[in-house]
């Protein structure tokens, strides 16, 4: 009886939600809303740059060089004459597209190991878990620079060598959750329905479990922009003249005790602006991706 | 005596680290017959329904069906063949599908029924088995009361065409208001279908009514087995008279 009345309560409280589904998202998780506004205007800009700027980012123009902002040139120009507006967007595409790239990789590969060390456990668990903690003994940075300095410069070597040590989180964040749901009576449901392992694994397990790596995956992209703005800002990243926001800044650093500060403020607001942005949207995603039982 | 359905033998079942789940444990569950299986916690009560399912494979004894041996490497109407009901219906079924795909799952992996329309109408059989409303196949688990829940994981066990059910404490997780219903509900697969069961449960009332036999286990051995009424009105082992004393009387 009571089942009955439980699912008129639930019918109509579908029907009596009514406002619109952008105004129901400010109610219910504003920080999804805004962190998705603050990303989706930087994605855009970097997107659209050859529309929003005339200026040819690496092109030097010795008659107006640390120019303050002016008509034509939005936020003024660094030592060698190139327009600061220009070389933002097209740094962004850069590092945006980099921290991205460096996040699917040990995300597909960080997961999947997780899922499996979770579910099959034993000798399998243990060789990946003890790999992951010699990785990880290594301080992050003196690992990634050393990556880095083996495999050359360049977009590829800072992907291999972010990727190489940020699978780790992915796999113990899925792993855990794993094991979590291998103890209820989910997978032995699973079991006795007779399906495959491989469909167990990918399509029940993985699916209910991946939430909370997708959460962890938008402070990694935070964390990546942090870590490829660090190694340009030292030279081991994008190499000049390619634009980017550690280059920029690690440019500018020299005009800094000058007096000339924007040329280092500039991107680093970038960043934050970013990495906040991105931070927003996580912290969103935590909330709305939350599996109710 | 009813043909035999399920016949297990000597079954015994250690624990990495030692600990002796089952001791040389026999029972017998006959053709469309209901054998309650009680015990307190930690007694192996589960252990021997998840032996019997095929979820833990290291055992050792014997283990029939059907007149068929089971070995750990079942075949797929072996699978299929004996089901299983968990205790926790809020765990057991995947939340991110609907009932319908729950249940369409397992037919095609099973290759049960033709095609989408034959399939989608043994669903709403199964539905209408398990006391639901049809409209409820779309509708998530996570949207409906337990006792709804415990339904659809039965409908679920169904869909296979078990010929046994084994049935972990299907109640204990359940509002006391809706463990009658769910309780009839076995009794009326075991009517209709003539579905036999292992029913395993701490609930002495419960067993009492839905029960031909019984089973009383005490870390890990059957202590007694006997007719339903015959362990209520006179029972032989100490541990038996232990459990029905502690027991609380309802009326």
């Known amino acids: ?293 | 005596m009813t043909r035999n359905e399920l016949v297990a033998e000597g079954l015994s079942v250690t624990f990495p680290g030692g600990m002796q789940a089952l001791r040389n444990v026999d029972i017998r569950v006959g053709a469309g017959e209901i054998v309650g299986l009680v015990g307190e916690s930690g007694s192996g009560k589960s252990t021997l329904g998840r032996v019997i399912v095929g979820l833990q494979n290291s055992y050792s004894g014997a283990l029939r069906f059907a007149d068929e041996a089971l070995t750990p490497r079942r075949t797929r109407p072996q699978r299929c063949a004996i089901q299983m009901v968990f205790q926790d219906p809020y765990a057991s079924l995947d939340p991110r599908m609907t009932v319908w795909q729950l249940i369409h799952e397992l037919m095609v992996v099973h290759r049960i029924g033709t095609g989408r329309e034959d399939r989608r109408q043994r669903c709403e059989d199964l539905m209408r088995r398990v006391h639901l409303p049809g409209a409820l196949l779309d509708s998530r688990p996570t949207s409906m009361s337990g006792g709804q829940r415990q339904r659809v994981a039965i409908a679920r066990a169904l869909a296979v065409n078990p010929r046994f059910l084994v049935a972990d404490e299907p109640t204990a997780a359940l509002d006391v208001s809706v463990q009658a219903g769910i309780i009839n509900l076995f009794a009326d697969l075991r009517q209709e279908m003539g579905l036999s069961q292992l029913f395993i449960s701490h609930n002495l009332a419960v067993v009492r009514s839905l029960c031909d036999r019984v089973a009383v286990i005490y870390r890990g051995e059957i202590v007694e087995m006997a007719p339903t009424g015959a362990i209520f009105d006179a029972p032989q082992h100490d541990y038996t008279r232990q459990l029905l004393a502690a027991a609380p009387d309802l009326p």
């Open chain 1, 1 to 293: 009886m009571s089942e009955r009345e439980m699912t008129a309560t639930t019918a109509s409280g579908d029907i009596a939600r009514s406002p619109g589904p952008l105004k129901r998202l400010r109610r219910d998780n504003p920080q999804l809303l805004y962190g998705s506004l603050i990303v989706g205007v930087i994605v855009l800009m970097a997107l659209c740059a050859p529309l929003l700027t005339s200026y040819d980012p690496t092109a030097q123009d010795f008659m107006s060089t640390l120019q303050g902002p002016s008509a034509d040139h939005l936020l003024g120009t660094d030592n060698l004459g190139r327009d600061l507006w220009a070389r933002l967007l097209y740094g962004a595409r850069v590092d945006l597209f980099l921290a991205t790239i460096a996040v699917v990789l040990p995300f597909v590969i960080g997961s999947t190991l997780g899922a499996l060390c979770g579910y099959f456990g034993g000798w399998f668990d243990t060789i990946v878990m003890r790999i992951a903690d010699i990785v990880v003994a290594f301080p992050f940075y003196v690992l990634v620079i050393s990556l880095v300095f083996i495999l050359g410069n360049g977009v590829s070597s800072i992907i291999i060598a972010i990727s190489i040590v940020s699978w780790i989180a992915y796999a113990r964040i899925i792993r855990a959750e794993a094991m979590v749901l291998s103890s209820t009576n989910f997978m032995d449901a699973l079991h006795v329905g007779g399906l495959g392992v491989p469909r167990i694994i990918f399509r029940h397990l993985m699916p209910n479990v991946l939430s909370q790596g997708i959460v962890y995956a938008m402070s990694d992209i935070v964390a990546n922009i942090g870590v490829i703005v660090t190694l340009s800002y030292f030279g081991l990243g994008i190499v000049p003249p390619t634009p980017d926001w550690g280059n920029m800044m690690s440019e500018g650093q020299p005009f800094f005790a000058g007096g000339i500060y924007s040329l280092m403020l500039i991107p680093a607001v970038a960043v934050i602006v970013t990495s906040y942005g991105l931070s927003m949207i996580g912290d969103g995603l935590a909330t709305a991706l939350r599996v109710k039982r």
